[in-house]
């Protein structure tokens, strides 16, 4: 019996031994970038948590700092349009952290102001300024959106990727942390082989596909720039977004409902809120059944929160000639400089600038600069 049990606890410090050789590799080989209090989403790829979803999910807890936070939340045009470096430039007084995901609604929007308070003190927050990046696409109920046949209906990417480590639990009330949020950090380095390990199968599968010429890989910023949309294209376009909505003219009221709700209980626990309406194409725009009646929607919402303090509303509508965009959602690069001038105008009076200095110079308050550039 001593014999079993000397053999056994060699076995485990074995294994103890092995793991924490490979944990290190993991930090040597694959370093996270250094700390900075802000993500970029959109540069998951270059991390080892390789998706946007994996990635915010894993690292929000650098969120949880006292300093000034604008946060970019929205669909993937947020994150081609409203490029993290472009858009800190003219925040001179905080950090800019984007948290776009690709194919977002606004119940997942949701999930992820609820993701980033969680890890979050109080203080934390209140220095929090949200930029809702929105357009009709956004507004399609959760059950319609991911219906894929490998998740459960209804489970947003960030859902799959709560459960994919045992992180949380599924219950009848929705997830439910396994471990104390405090101790996420500690679970993210704990899990690294495993992300190498995910990180290296996709790369090989990646670079199989491209020899076989099976994936043409994403387009380049170059490559974007010159695209041109046929008519069959455009045709495509509209086809497939009258699918993604599920087959109906118009958009989620609860999906509306949801938005007030979030914007209304960031502004009573002192937290700011930017509401941007997101250009399309003047094509895209005008042959869509759904923008009429998000447009309506839209506006009700903008004039629920007119004047409040802490809210400001920016239209870029004016922004829609066709060859300032590569598809039917997403500006070319070069529009992503004025994406980021137009929110900077609007973020810098709500968040750089002091409000009683501003009324005491006469300059205007930022709900009525904001109305200025809606005006145009």
């Not at 979803?53 to 006292?66: A, G, I, N």
């Not at 081609?80 to 119940?107: K, W």
């Not at 968040?351 to 600069?369: E, I, K, M, N």
Request: with cysteine; hydrophobic share 40%; glycine share 6%.
């Amino acid at each position: 019996m001593k014999y079993i049990l000397r053999q056994a606890g060699l076995t485990v410090l074995c294994l103890v031994a092995l793991y924490g050789f490979v944990l290190g590799l993991t930090l040597i080989l694959v370093p996270d970038p250094p700390e900075d209090s802000s993500l970029d989403t959109w540069n998951a790829g270059d991390t080892i948590y390789l998706t946007s979803p994996k990635y915010v999910m894993l690292q929000r807890y650098v969120l949880d700092t006292p300093g000034q936070k604008v946060l970019l939340v929205g669909a993937s045009n947020v994150g081609v349009g409203f490029r993290q470096a472009q858009v800190q430039a003219h925040m001179p007084c905080g950090r800019v952290s984007s948290l776009a995901l690709g194919d977002e609604n606004i119940s997942e929007l949701r999930q992820m102001v609820d993701l980033v308070h969680e890890v979050q003190t109080t203080t934390a927050r209140r220095s929090d300024t949200w930029v809702f990046g929105v357009w009709y696409g956004m507004f399609v109920d959760t059950a319609v959106r991911w219906t894929d046949p490998d998740r459960h209906r209804g489970d947003t990417d960030l859902d799959i990727e709560r459960y994919r480590y045992g992180f949380y639990r599924r219950t009848a009330a929705g997830p439910v942390p396994v471990l104390p949020i405090e101790w996420l950090p500690t679970a993210v380095v704990l899990i690294r082989p495993y992300l190498l390990l995910d990180r290296m199968a996709r790369d090989l599968v990646h670079a199989l596909k491209q020899r076989l010429h099976l994936d043409p890989g994403n387009l380049t910023d170059a490559e974007r720039e010159k695209v041109i949309m046929s008519n069959k294209d455009k045709e495509e376009a509209l086809a497939y977004w009258h699918d993604m909505m599920g087959g109906k003219n118009q958009i989620a009221a609860d999906q509306v409902a949801i938005l007030q709700k979030t914007i209304q209980e960031l502004l009573d626990s002192g937290e700011k809120v930017v509401l941007a309406d997101l250009p399309l194409p003047a094509w895209h725009r005008d042959a869509s059944p759904y923008e009429a009646g998000y447009e309506r929607r839209l506006n009700d919402v903008f004039a629920h929160f007119d004047g409040r303090p802490g809210f400001a509303a920016l239209r870029m509508d004016d922004l829609s000639a066709e060859q300032d965009f590569s598809d039917e959602v997403h500006p070319r690069p070069h529009m992503a400089p004025v994406w980021a001038a137009r929110l900077g105008a609007v973020l810098d009076p709500l968040v750089c600038r002091d409000g009683a200095a501003l009324v005491a110079t006469g300059v205007p308050s930022a709900t009525s600069q904001a109305g200025n550039l809606n005006s145009r």
